[in-house]
């Protein structure tokens, strides 16, 4: 059994629709998770925003009528004989939008309006697979997609749902919407930007899939980013972990939860390109490669460093122990560390509780903070028993005044922290001097 999830971009137009259509059908895909239509969530977000600060109506219309023509262009060029029912259904959906916002005003949650693009777009692809004579069905996700009071999801219920739902005639195309579920309130919520990824991964250890197939308009995982740096090239074969520590220091072509419920079942994940369908993509597996001792490298915007300088450190214990404990009542994950004698200095991706969190630091010392940082971080196979792996890395980055430095935390990565502004000089030198096209 396979699990296929296929981005905004692959389902953007009807003409993609088709292409997914031809590669759910290859694949025999069991469950197929899609996002919503490209540009549709951005909208919906903007709609939000527009509702909340209570002016004119106009400037939502707008964006209403944006997604009408979209979505219009789109089932007219797509289906036939459910033409009809798919215009029905996106008007009702447009005035349930109206609606919301108008309750939005009062007391709707945002998620429930923000979640429309999913539930169109999956309505819209299964009505075009049952025009080309497959049996497809359309399942609700936040049927069987549950998360809890601390958004961890259901996996009990989602496994225990989706045998029930799945278990029909063999031959049925199950297809569903990523990102969107509900929460323990019972209301429609969701798993966050890039969310679809993660839905998907769940959804195939929830089955015991084969593997699961993440759709993109990427040909696979590439050693750097190319939209900042030239000359990159597509990994073929990468580890679990290696996997999970680029997306989380920002890999854009996979959400950083995706590996773990697949790694714990050992279902290999398969990054592959919509426009390209035949090219090999990348394979994530329990394999590792141990020929390369650099194998690619991400970059995470938006860090804010904080820098907690304290005399009560030295021959002391229990500091840390006090600090971390502010960042845990906040709910603020940490993502690099350094301490000497009198000073730790710490970076997070998120400053929504930083006014707080420096309000409670201040008891422990003198602080300082720092906006507008990036991480730069370099996976591969680093055996620490290797002489010059760290002087080879230093050499590459010679020319970028780094900030903080992780390394020893694992065998796979070291992490850099530099001024944003270096970001693009950081990543190319590192491609020029480190990467070995293999």
């Not at 005003?105 to 025009?131: H, K, M, N, P």
């Not at 650099?294 to 006090?322: C, E, N, P, Q, W």
């Not at 004698?341 to 420096?358: F, G, K, N, P, Q």
Request: proline share 3%; aromatic share 6%; with cysteine.
């Amino acid at each position: 059994m396979k699990v296929l999830k296929f981005g905004g971009t692959s389902v953007g137009s009807a003409e993609n629709m088709r292409k997914v259509a031809l590669i759910v059908k290859r694949e025999g895909a069991k469950i197929t998770v899609l996002s919503a239509m490209s540009g549709t969530t951005d909208a919906l977000v903007r709609i939000v925003k527009l509702a909340g600060k209570k002016g004119p109506l106009d400037p939502i219309e707008e964006e209403l009528a944006m997604l009408s023509e979209k979505y219009t262009t789109c089932i007219e060029n797509l289906l036939r004989s459910h033409k009809e029912t798919a215009l029905d259904r996106m008007n009702e959906a447009l005035k349930t939008i109206r609606r919301e916002v108008s309750d939005f005003r009062g007391s709707v949650s945002e998620r429930i309006i923000i979640a429309r693009g999913e539930l169109l777009t999956s309505a819209i692809f299964t009505y075009y697979l049952q025009e080309l004579g497959m049996k497809a069905e359309l399942l609700h996700a936040p049927g069987f997609m549950h998360t809890d009071g601390e958004s961890k999801v259901d996996t009990g219920l989602l496994k225990e749902k989706l045998s029930v739902l799945t278990a029909g005639d063999a031959d049925t195309y199950y297809i569903t919407q990523g990102f969107i579920c509900s929460n323990a309130s019972g209301e429609i919520d969701n798993l966050g930007r890039g969310g679809s990824d993660y839905s998907a991964a769940l959804m195939g250890a929830a089955i015991g899939a084969g593997e699961v197939q993440i759709w993109t308009d990427i040909d696979g995982m590439h050693n750097n980013d190319p939209r900042f740096v030239e000359n990159t090239y597509p990994i073929r074969r990468m580890s679990f972990d290696e996997a999970a520590e680029l997306a989380y220091f920002g890999a854009k072509i996979l959400h950083p939860a995706t590996i773990q419920p697949c790694k714990d079942q050992d279902i290999p994940v398969l990054l592959k390109n919509t426009m390209d369908p035949d090219a090999p993509g990348t394979t994530i597996s329990h394999e590792e490669d141990t020929q390369r001792d650099f194998h690619a490298v991400a970059a995470k915007d938006g860090i804010t460093v904080i820098r907690i300088y304290s005399t009560r450190m030295l021959m002391a214990y229990g500091f840390l122990r006090k600090v971390f404990e502010i960042f845990e009542e906040h709910k603020t994950p940490i993502d690099m560390i350094t301490t000497s004698e009198v000073a730790v200095s710490l970076t997070i991706d998120s400053d929504c509780h930083l006014d707080a969190i420096v309000r409670e630091l201040n008891a422990l010392g003198t602080i300082e903070i720092e906006r507008n940082n990036t991480i730069v971080c370099i996976v591969g196979h680093m055996d620490h028993t290797q002489t010059g792996l760290a002087a080879r890395i230093m050499e590459s980055v010679a020319g970028v005044p780094i900030k903080m430095i992780s390394y020893g935390a694992s065998h796979r990565s070291i992490a850099m922290l530099v001024e944003t502004h270096y970001k693009k000089e950081i990543l190319q030198s590192i491609n020029d001097k480190l990467f070995i096209r293999c």
